[in-house]
């Protein structure tokens, strides 16, 4: 995969968590929620923590080392993402810093990360995350599967 390819697929890949979440935000307010299906809500919360609300009450000291320290990460995963030869290692890449700038660049407008998605069913209630969520954690266990899961299944069977 060309460095321009990837460098589109992130583009097209941000554009929609930023665009998703400019939706919701003119759509719902603050705690309010819209029962999509069954299963699924849109309720806007605003997350000034990390996945999951993890590390939400960190005040504003925390929220900046936490803003640095992904920020870190995101520029650790393009040089990562750019020197990636094979297409899987290279989407794998994609997805995790597509999710990461997502989540990034509404930490810089907003100071949190908006989220919306809200499955639930019989009672059990899921987190609430956004696009850029979706994205890092298919990317993380891809991850996992490839890296770890598959090489070692490679290595014993051969």
Do not use: C
């Amino acid at each position: 995969m060309s460095t321009f390819s990837k460098i589109i697929l992130i583009l097209i890949l941000v554009f929609i968590d930023q665009i998703s979440k400019y939706w919701i935000l003119s759509f719902l307010e603050l705690g309010e929620s819209f029962n999509l299906l069954p299963f699924l809500d849109l309720t806007l919360i605003f997350n000034s923590g990390i996945a999951f609300g993890l590390l939400d009450n960190l005040g504003n000291l925390g929220s900046w080392l936490l803003y640095l320290l992904v920020s870190g990460i995101i520029i650790y995963f393009t040089y990562l993402t750019l020197k990636a030869e094979s297409k899987t290692e290279s989407l794998i890449m994609l997805l995790i810093l597509s999710g990461g700038i997502g989540n990034v660049i509404d930490r810089t407008i907003y100071g949190y990360v908006v989220d919306f998605i809200h499955f639930n069913f019989n009672g059990y209630s899921f987190y609430v995350f956004n696009f850029a969520d979706s994205l890092i954690t298919v990317g993380a266990i891809l991850y996992i599967w490839f890296f770890f899961i598959r090489n070692k299944d490679e290595t014993i069977t051969s």
